[in-house]
Every structure is written in C-alpha cells, then in structure tokens.
C-alpha cells in the first residue's frame, strides 16, 4: 500500500525570480540564484518529484505510478500514463513575460501541450496586479499594430490582486504576474509557454530572451476580454472547475480532524496557511507544502494551527 506522500522540491532558477520561498518551513533554495518557481508535484521526462520521507523515500512519483498505478490513482489508470497535475510555487520578484499556452487544437499543430492553470494568490506586495485577457475592444488587427509598435501592454487586461484571490486561466488566454506575487500554480501536466513580449528584458545570459510571436498568434483567443478573479473571501468554496480539474479551498480550526475515505479518488492537498499533523501512517504538513493523497490511502490529520488549504481533485478521469 502506497501512504500520502509528499514530495522534495525542484527549484528553478528564473531572471524574474526571488528568495521569498525560504521563508516557508524547512525550505532551502539554491544559494544566491533568484528562484522563481518551486516545483513540487511533477511528472515529466526533464523532470520528476522524489519521495521525501516515509517508507518510500527516495522512489520517484514516476516509479510509484508503474509500481502500483491502482493504489496511486484508482481503476483503469495504466503505469505509462504521466501523472495529469503539475504543483508549483511562483515567487515572482518581478514581472513576467506576457505569454500564452496553446488551446489543444493549436497545440497539435505547434508541436506543444495545452496548459489550464489556476492561480491562488498567497501574497502580494501593494500594488502588485495581474495581466489575464484582453482589453475590451481589442482585435487581432489591433494585437498585431500594437506588438509592432512595442505598446503591447495597453492591450492586456490589468487588475490589482490582495492575498486570498484565485483566477482560472485557461488555455488561449494571453496573461502575465506582476512582480510583488506569491502564487500557487495548480496546472495540467504541460510546459509549453509561448512568449509574444518581454519588456525589453534580458535573460540570465545577457541576452534577450526567445519570443515566439507566431506561436502565440496562433494560440491567443481574440475573443477573451477581461476575466476577473475571485474575491477574496474566508471559509470553504469552490475556486475552479474544468474538465482537467476542480480547486476547493477549505479552512479548518486547530483541533479539528482532516480525512477523506480511502477508494474514492486521489487528491491533491495544497497547505497554504497552518499545521497539520499525521494521525497514523503519513507525513506531517507545514506551510508551503502539498501531499498526494493516493486513491486507496488511508489518511488523516489533526489541525495544530488554523489552517487554510487548497484541494484538488477530478484529475484521474
């Protein structure tokens, strides 16, 4: 039987990146690199999660799921399947490229994956803000004339964000994080992210960094005209729901007990704010962390501080 896992960190090193995640519990980045992201659930050829305690510490998420794909993801999930949620940790020090990941139609044609991802903001300096959408009134025409103009920034939809916000971005939409945001990134298992302008920035080499213009007008929705987020409110709801996943948040008291039955479906447990500690067989989980909760585990936790936690379920399909 496979227990709730959690997994070691990838750290990636990002021209926009910071230091802000070493303030989470037990966290040690990369001495003197900005860090932008944290990879912390990830099934990929370039890069794979490894068990970082308990009886399977050491084995690679993608060892588990050859090993023992019932007991990690439930009936009918096969061993080559690649496990369909990629985690991360977005510590944004400053702003990031205006991009877009290819719908699935597009994505066939370019070579690429589509990407949906949700963002939960965590913490935001003042003023910080995001760029998802377009403008009302902007054409493709209009898109064109401005990128060449380099004035593509009056085209993007921006909105100041508070700590407690979420927004669904799905594929095809053209979108950006200002500097000043902490950001959890719940996304479909994909790194294919085409960048149509940059600011004129360089990247950690001295050099300007790749755009793919053409890439990315073959992907944007010329329809999608300013998205807003999800206020930011206490209490359980839900954050997102589309065919690739569904995002609660939920809150609980110190004292309170955490559990779901066993042979239901896997989860994903994202602790933003809090402690919880293991009842039994599985790991403690602090703040920053995220544990997978295989379909037929067993696991419970008891709430030591007020927490707040994302879960993410409806990924096994």
């Given at each position: ?250 809150e609980w008291n110190a004292g309170q007990t955490v559990a779901w039955p066993p042979n239901e479906q896997p989860r994903l447990l994202h602790l933003v704010h809090g402690r919880l500690r293991s009842v039994g067989e599985g790991p403690d989980l602090e703040a920053g962390r995220t544990a997978l909760i295989p379909y037929a585990a067993k696991t419970s936790w008891v709430v030591e501080e007020a927490a707040r936690a994302l879960v993410t379920e409806a990924f096994a399909g």
């Amino acid at each position: 039987m496979i227990p709730t896992l959690i997994f070691d960190p990838i750290y990636q090193e990002r021209v926009w990146g910071g230091r802000v995640l070493e303030d989470f519990p037990g966290r040690r980045l990369p001495p003197e690199v900005p860090v932008g992201e944290s990879w912390d659930v990830v099934d990929r050829p370039e890069a794979v999660s490894v068990v970082a305690e308990g009886p399977w510490r050491g084995k690679t998420l993608r060892e588990l799921l050859e090993a023992d794909p019932f007991a990690l993801m439930g009936p009918g999930w096969t061993p080559e399947r690649r496990f369909p949620i990629l985690v991360k940790w977005l510590d944004c020090a400053e702003r990031l490229s205006l991009q877009v990941h290819p719908p699935a139609g597009a994505a066939a044609e370019l070579g690429g994956e589509p990407k949906t991802e949700n963002w939960f903001i965590a913490a935001a300096r003042p003023g910080a803000g995001l760029l998802v959408g377009l403008k009302k009134g902007v054409t493709e025409e209009g898109f064109r004339a401005a990128l060449e103009q380099n004035r593509l920034e009056a085209c993007a939809h921006r909105f100041p964000v508070e700590p407690g916000q979420s927004i669904l971005v799905r594929s095809g939409q053209i979108h950006a994080i200002d500097g000043g945001n902490l950001i959890l990134e719940i996304q479909q298992n994909s790194d294919t992210t085409y960048r149509v302008y940059d600011w004129g920035r360089v990247g950690l080499d001295g050099k300007p960094r790749t755009l793919h213009v053409e890439e990315s007008l073959a992907s944007i929705d010329f329809s999608d005209f300013e998205p807003e987020p999800l206020p930011a409110v206490s209490g359980d709801r839900r954050l997102a729901e589309c065919p690739e996943f569904v995002i609660d948040q939920r809150e609980w008291n110190a004292g309170q007990t955490v559990a779901w039955p066993p042979n239901e479906q896997p989860r994903l447990l994202h602790l933003v704010h809090g402690r919880l500690r293991s009842v039994g067989e599985g790991p403690d989980l602090e703040a920053g962390r995220t544990a997978l909760i295989p379909y037929a585990a067993k696991t419970s936790w008891v709430v030591e501080e007020a927490a707040r936690a994302l879960v993410t379920e409806a990924f096994a399909g």
